[in-house]
């Protein structure tokens, strides 16, 4: 005799394959959010490694910029310690060219000339002065261009003036020759003599 089975299987197995889906989609859901959590967890811990690399380095950064700082100050100060030192060096090479200057000037004026003004610029010196005559001028001029120390002289005016205070004497007018000149102060050059 065949043997009939009355037993509602397909509703037992229907309930068997729903609670395997509910176990599987449970332990999927499980797995799901335990793999977020575990992402969660590493990119949080990335963004705290990220933020401490940050700050540390800005405070490179304010470390670097502090030592610019000082790097700058050192440059201006070594500038100016330069420029003084450069200062003091030309100082002391010029120390004696105002001895020269006057004991030069002391040399090639010759008699009749007088000196009323003195200026210096640099290297540049403008005289004013009187003179006798126009021609003691010229040898003044001459005299300056054969000096060692006095190159370049450059007249900008002579005018010839009556000297009012000679009037009454015997001379009555006597004329004087008023000058400017410019010349150049230079120290000289040292000859080489060797054969």
Not at 41 to 59: G, P, T, V, W
Not at 140 to 152: H, I, P, R, V, Y
């Amino acid at each position: 005799m065949p043997h009939i089975n009355l037993l509602p299987w397909r509703e037992t197995l229907k309930k068997e394959r729903e609670t395997r889906f509910f176990i599987i989609t449970g332990m999927s859901l499980l797995f799901m959010g335990f793999l977020v959590i575990l992402v969660h967890l590493y990119m949080a811990e990335q963004l705290d490694y990220q933020q401490r690399r940050n700050h540390y380095l800005k405070s490179e950064i304010k470390k670097v910029d502090a030592q610019l700082k000082d790097i700058k100050k050192l440059k201006k100060e070594k500038q100016r310690l330069i420029e003084r030192m450069d200062i003091i060096q030309e100082l002391e090479e010029s120390r004696s060219n105002v001895v020269h200057l006057f004991d030069e000037l002391v040399k090639q004026v010759p008699n009749g000339v007088y000196f009323t003004s003195l200026k210096q610029k640099g290297n540049f010196i403008t005289l004013e002065g009187v003179a006798q005559s126009g021609n003691r001028v010229s040898e003044l001029m001459k005299n300056l261009e054969a000096s060692q120390w006095l190159t370049n002289p450059k007249i900008y005016s002579i005018k010839t003036i009556a000297d009012k205070k000679l009037q009454k004497s015997a001379y009555k007018k006597r004329r004087l020759s008023h000058f400017k000149l410019e010349i150049t102060q230079t120290a000289p050059t040292k000859k080489d003599n060797s054969p």
